[in-house]
């Protein structure tokens, strides 16, 4: 009997935890089918969202509020934007700024005046206001200045902007943070985690940004008719889609990654069964590699146009250029598509490819599948209150027995030598955010936080060995309390084979944006440009749809620029 388009006939097995979790190769995932944005709009255009902007008092000079609201079958959510007069000597990237261009926050429901006039009292301030239970996110962003006043001029003028610089930035603005979780007085998660809307990590934060997305055009047409007035024209559809909204992330993100270890997990756990389930395809149709084609092309375009400063990432960025040559070469070569082609081709990349171009290729193989793998971003969650407590009725050599299967790297791992042990997390004063810096050089030793969980299970290790091997785990942590966490994460581990990064965290040659760059592929971040190895500017929702177009245009369709008809 022919076999058909997704019928396999053998299991291809999950990649390992040592081969999945290693920094550099985290450090070169990209987005895909699963990052929590495409997810979001997904869902916005299957369920009929409706969109509209039912208050906009913002004045000659820019300043004002204006609201923004997102309409679905149970709720309804409402972005509060207020806009400033930002002097550009107060304007910073940095989390430690005071003043912003804007500042934001997604309201649950629709505000009557009285929230508006408390929030316009609390959500300029941000971390020195207050807001409440009733909001689920603060948020603020700054202007691309130049692209901005590029724009404005243009558009005041009858004309559109430039296409190049608008491609050369990829935003009007960029948010320095985007709070959510209980923080500053917002809504703690448990009060909207089990809304269908929110299933899924980051979806309240994310939402809201797709809204300031909409702000950022607002303001600048808004502007341009100040200027220009009745001879101002409005932005291009086609062109305005090509600007997201801009981000910069520092330290502040990376422990996130060692600090969930059930969430990352579930993160990477869908991302690899998604990668196992096309593999194991026996026969891709004509229609299912075709669009592998489409995409694999226009990736090779986001590629080609992918421009940053820092020589780390640049260096990646020019090997992945030619990982593309190689691969569409082999593609056009012609593969057997009676014969698990997706399982050949990334077979034959862990052997001709970077990490970069295998990472690349795994985000691109799922897009032809979205009916095979989209059901799997509904797992990218975890209860993590469920994974706290240790299981003291384990014996000290069950638990010496979970290490060595799960952690043999870091056991094997010198914490002795100095390069090892080189780095010190901590948390700043000023900010309390958390701060990465070097143990040998600066005083910060006593105020270490817990992010080597290799070194502390290598330590626990050693101390269970000496241990009377029938004892309970319960009595042995009674007399050794500082290996509680060590415990915990190694029980945690037994069952959740991607919950820990297989590398050492604090190593002298530890790359810390590996980490940011790892969380911001799961947010589905494009244009990744480090300004140092601490921290990054990001694109999100470039190409995407606006509220206006969320029913007529597909996301997973633009998520990589279009190519000019004919052109491959």
């Given at each position: 009997?022919?076999?058909?388009?997704?019928?396999?006939?053998?299991?291809?097995?999950?990649?390992?935890?040592?081969?999945?979790?290693?920094?550099?190769?985290?450090?070169?995932?990209?987005?895909?089918?699963?990052?929590?944005?495409?997810?979001?709009?997904?869902?916005?255009?299957?369920?009929?969202?409706?969109?509209?902007?039912?208050?906009?008092?913002?004045?000659?000079?820019?300043?004002?509020?204006?609201?923004?609201?997102?309409?679905?079958?149970?709720?309804?959510?409402?972005?509060?934007?207020?806009?400033?007069?930002l002097p550009d000597e107060l304007r910073s990237?940095?989390?430690?700024?005071?003043?912003?261009?804007?500042?934001?926050?997604?309201?649950?429901?629709?505000?009557?005046?009285?929230?508006?006039?408390?929030?316009?009292?609390?959500?300029?301030?941000?971390?020195?206001?207050?807001?409440?239970?009733?909001?689920?996110?603060?948020?603020?962003?700054?202007?691309?200045?130049?692209?901005?006043?590029?724009?404005?001029?243009?558009?005041?003028?009858?004309?559109?902007?430039?296409?190049?610089?608008?491609?050369?930035?990829?935003?009007?603005?960029?948010?320095?943070?985007?709070?959510?979780?209980?923080?500053?007085?917002?809504?703690?998660?448990?009060?909207?985690?089990?809304?269908?809307?929110?299933?899924?990590?980051?979806?309240?934060?994310?939402?809201?940004v797709w809204l300031i997305r909409s702000f950022?055009?607002?303001?600048?047409?808004?502007?341009?008719?100040?200027?220009?007035?009745?001879?101002?024209?409005?932005?291009?559809?086609?062109?305005?889609?090509?600007?997201?909204?801009?981000?910069?992330?520092?330290?502040?993100?990376?422990?996130?990654?060692?600090?969930?270890?059930?969430?990352?997990?579930?993160?990477?756990?869908?991302?690899?069964?998604?990668?196992?389930?096309?593999?194991?395809?026996?026969?891709?149709?004509?229609?299912?590699?075709?669009?592998?084609?489409?995409?694999?092309?226009?990736?090779?375009?986001?590629?080609?146009?992918?421009?940053?400063?820092?020589?780390?990432?640049?260096?990646?960025?020019?090997?992945?250029?030619?990982?593309?040559?190689?691969?569409?070469?082999?593609?056009?070569?012609?593969?057997?598509?009676?014969?698990?082609?997706?399982?050949?081709?990334?077979?034959?990349?862990?052997?001709?490819?970077?990490?970069?171009?295998?990472?690349?290729?795994?985000?691109?193989?799922?897009?032809?599948?979205?009916?095979?793998?989209?059901?799997?971003?509904?797992?990218?969650?975890?209860?993590?209150?469920?994974?706290?407590?240790?299981?003291?009725?384990?014996?000290?050599?069950?638990?010496?027995?979970?290490?060595?299967?799960?952690?043999?790297?870091?056991?094997?791992?010198?914490?002795?030598?100095?390069?090892?042990?080189?780095?010190?997390?901590?948390?700043?004063?000023?900010?309390?955010?958390?701060?990465?810096?070097?143990?040998?050089?600066?005083?910060?030793?006593?105020?270490?936080?817990?992010?080597?969980?290799?070194?502390?299970?290598?330590?626990?290790?050693?101390?269970?060995?000496?241990?009377?091997?029938?004892?309970?785990?319960?009595?042995?942590?009674?007399?050794?309390?500082?290996?509680?966490?060590?415990?915990?994460?190694?029980?945690?581990?037994?069952?959740?084979?991607?919950?820990?990064?297989?590398?050492?965290?604090?190593?002298?040659?530890?790359?810390?944006?590996?980490?940011?760059?790892?969380?911001?592929?799961?947010?589905?971040?494009?244009?990744?440009?480090?300004?140092?190895?601490?921290?990054?500017?990001?694109?999100?929702?470039?190409?995407?749809?606006?509220?206006?177009?969320?029913?007529?245009?597909?996301?997973?369709?633009?998520?990589?620029?279009?190519?000019?008809?004919?052109?491959?």
């Amino acid at each position: 009997m022919k076999k058909t388009d997704q019928s396999p006939d053998k299991q291809v097995p999950m990649r390992p935890a040592e081969q999945v979790m290693k920094l550099a190769r985290m450090g070169s995932f990209h987005h895909s089918r699963l990052s929590f944005m495409r997810v979001l709009l997904r869902r916005l255009r299957r369920e009929n969202w409706r969109f509209d902007r039912p208050l906009w008092r913002i004045d000659d000079k820019g300043v004002g509020v204006a609201t923004y609201r997102a309409i679905g079958p149970a709720r309804t959510y409402t972005l509060v934007a207020f806009s400033h007069d930002l002097p550009d000597e107060l304007r910073s990237d940095r989390v430690i700024a005071e003043a912003w261009d804007a500042t934001f926050t997604l309201f649950d429901g629709e505000p009557t005046e009285d929230d508006l006039e408390r929030l316009s009292s609390n959500v300029p301030l941000q971390e020195a206001g207050r807001v409440s239970e009733s909001e689920l996110s603060l948020s603020r962003a700054n202007r691309s200045v130049r692209l901005f006043n590029h724009v404005v001029e243009a558009l005041s003028r009858g004309e559109q902007p430039d296409q190049s610089m608008i491609d050369g930035v990829g935003y009007l603005m960029r948010t320095t943070a985007v709070y959510g979780s209980g923080k500053f007085g917002a809504a703690d998660r448990s009060k909207w985690a089990d809304r269908e809307e929110f299933a899924g990590s980051f979806q309240p934060e994310l939402l809201s940004v797709w809204l300031i997305r909409s702000f950022s055009i607002d303001i600048v047409e808004h502007l341009a008719r100040v200027a220009g007035a009745k001879k101002a024209a409005k932005f291009a559809p086609e062109l305005k889609r090509r600007l997201g909204i801009g981000n910069s992330t520092g330290l502040g993100m990376a422990p996130f990654l060692i600090n969930h270890p059930t969430l990352v997990d579930a993160w990477i756990g869908a991302r690899e069964t998604a990668l196992q389930r096309v593999r194991s395809i026996a026969v891709a149709t004509p229609a299912r590699w075709e669009m592998f084609l489409d995409r694999l092309y226009r990736a090779r375009l986001n590629a080609e146009t992918w421009q940053v400063d820092h020589p780390h990432q640049m260096s990646k960025i020019l090997i992945l250029r030619k990982d593309f040559d190689a691969l569409i070469n082999r593609v056009e070569q012609g593969l057997d598509l009676d014969d698990h082609p997706f399982d050949q081709l990334y077979c034959w990349s862990e052997a001709q490819l970077s990490l970069e171009g295998q990472e690349q290729l795994v985000s691109l193989v799922l897009e032809p599948y979205g009916d095979l793998v989209d059901d799997l971003s509904a797992t990218m969650s975890s209860s993590e209150a469920d994974q706290f407590s240790i299981d003291g009725r384990q014996t000290v050599a069950q638990a010496i027995d979970l290490m060595e299967e799960n952690y043999e790297w870091a056991l094997r791992s010198n914490f002795v030598d100095s390069a090892a042990i080189a780095r010190v997390w901590y948390v700043s004063e000023e900010k309390l955010e958390p701060r990465l810096g070097e143990r040998f050089e600066e005083p910060i030793e006593p105020y270490e936080q817990p992010l080597a969980p290799g070194r502390d299970i290598k330590s626990a290790y050693e101390a269970l060995k000496k241990a009377e091997q029938d004892q309970l785990l319960a009595a042995f942590l009674l007399r050794h309390p500082e290996h509680r966490g060590a415990v915990r994460r190694a029980q945690m581990a037994a069952n959740h084979r991607y919950a820990e990064i297989c590398d050492n965290t604090i190593a002298a040659d530890m790359m810390p944006i590996d980490l940011l760059r790892c969380k911001l592929s799961f947010f589905g971040a494009t244009r990744f440009d480090p300004r140092s190895d601490r921290w990054v500017r990001i694109t999100m929702y470039q190409h995407a749809p606006f509220p206006n177009e969320i029913n007529e245009i597909d996301p997973d369709d633009v998520v990589y620029p279009p190519i000019a008809q004919g052109v491959q």
